[in-house]
């Protein structure tokens, strides 16, 4: 009786200890989550995806084209600016790197790291831009009510002048396929890229003009008419820029003719992430990588003896800040 009592007592004990170790199983479990990617390509498949689009493709080409500040400095690099001021003598290198020594000299290594990152953020901001657009064609209920097909397509636009301008001819245009597998474009001769800017471009100016102005009064219909010619402009300044670089004057100055002194289009930077951060600040005033050129290789412009109002220059002087990363060669830096 006693030997059965004991049993009796183990098996409740050990019943008990299973349903507390359930209990506490299942108490663990449904404070598990799932952890999602930031935005899931599934979530991109309906009209309300196309401001987060947008705002990818905006902040793609901001990252070729201004970028986070240079390759080895906190994770930052470089982009469009920096690189074609360091090649066209607007920029001196203030540093040790040999990538950027190299282009300073006119001589890019093939293999070099930093071009080839530079040129990789260039080909995503394009692709990014061309997919974007299609998105809203594809996804937008109407696109004359958003600007957002317009920008898009000429941000595409101006991927194609920068890798016409800042690059010798016969870029390889490359996409992705269905599965995500790259495949590799035909390279394209210089003439060949900036007509692809202007077909960009056209279209742009297309979709811009076809925004809808309707109002039931003058004041209802002024701010749209404002944001038609301000979406008009940024495809007219690119048709401008792509017809100078074809010699095509008469049909540049046409272009240019239509949009307003005061037009700006402003890609913007933040302290939120690296990836945001001002790569042309970055790059020069903080990790003092790149500094205003003078009189470069005697045919150079004097950007620093003569001062032009519209990008002001600086020293910090009495500091380690006054010369550059190599301790050695002077500092100045662009307020912009």
Known sequence: ?????????????????????????????TLDVTQPDIIQPGNLQSPSALPTIRAGAIGDFTMSYSASGAQGSSGTTEG??????????????TETFPDRINVDRR???????????????????????????????????????DAGLSEMLSL?????????????????????????????????????????????????????????????TPAARAPKIAARRAAMSLPSVGLAR?????????????A???????????VTHDLNTTRQNNG?????????????ADGE????????SVVDPRTPIYRILGTSDSVGFDNKTPQYNQLR
Request: net charge positive.
């Open 1 to 29: 009786m006693t030997t059965h009592t004991l049993q009796r007592a183990r098996l409740v004990r050990a019943i008990a200890f299973c349903a507390a170790c359930a209990l506490v199983v299942t108490a663990c479990h």
């Open 80 to 93: 469009q600016i920096l690189t074609s001021g360091l090649l066209s003598d607007e920029l001196i290198n």
């Open 107 to 145: 001589f890019v290594e093939i293999n070099g790291a930093t071009m080839a990152n530079v040129f990789r953020n260039l080909s995503k901001a394009r692709r990014s831009a061309e997919v974007a657009a299609a998105n809203f064609r594809a996804l937008s209920p109407d696109t004359t009510k």
């Open 156 to 216: 595409a636009g101006f991927t194609y002048v920068l890798l016409a301008e800042n690059y010798c001819s016969g870029v390889p245009v490359s996409n992705v396929d269905a599965s995500g597998n790259l495949v590799f474009g035909q390279p394209l001769k210089t003439a060949e890229l900036l007509d692809t800017a202007i077909n960009r471009f056209n279209q742009s100016l297309l979709a811009a003009a076809a925004l809808d102005t309707s109002g039931a």
């Open 242 to 254: 792509a017809n100078l670089d074809l010699g095509q004057f008469a049909t540049a100055n046409m």
């Open 256 to 266: 240019a003719a239509t949009v307003a002194t005061t037009f700006s289009y402003v």
């Open 280 to 292: 042309v600040y970055k790059g020069s005033r903080v990790f003092k990588r790149y500094g205003m």
């Open 297 to 304: 290789g005697g045919s150079g412009l004097p950007y620093r």
